[in-house]
């Protein structure tokens, strides 16, 4: 969508994005309940709200920021008790997602490292999607990767 007028309908391509944004859903949901509704209501409000959306910005990166912004809003359940015990030990035990990468890295870090690594997205951009500085996403990044790497460990010494 180079020119952008008035009448210019988003929902074309909002369509184009609904596997980034539900696996987005996924990373900052971490309970397979809310995903589906997360989706719409985010799709309902970038619809909605799309008189606000500038040319210059991604779509994609502008649907994620409403998303985290309806998320932190709680407008949806979000994991309240256990909530310490889930950034440490991973999300849900079963892995709901079918992501085997997402469901086991810890809740604060799954949708940081899933717009960084998946998405392609750089830090700063990622800082601004998510309300977080940069430094912050470096952080939730060492510890994803460092998940991931103790992951690959415990593998490789059950193979042997």
Known sequence: MSDKNPKTDIRRDLVGFLPQIRRFAMALTGDASGIDLLVVKACEEAVAKSH??????????????????????????????????????????GGFSGHPVLDSLPHTSA???????????????????????????????????????AQKSHASERRA
């Open 52 to 93: 606000l959306w500038r040319n210059e910005q991604r779509l994609d990166r502008w649907v994620f920021t409403l998303m985290r912004a309806l998320w932190n809003n709680g407008a949806f359940a979000q994991p309240t008790e256990g909530c310490d015990k889930q950034q440490t030990t991973g999300r849900t035990a």
């Open 111 to 149: 949708p940081v490292y899933l717009l960084c690594a998946v998405e392609g997205l750089s830090y700063a951009e990622t800082a601004a999607v998510m309300g977080i500085t940069p430094d912050a996403v470096a952080v939730r990044m060492l510890l994803s990767r460092r998940e991931l790497a």
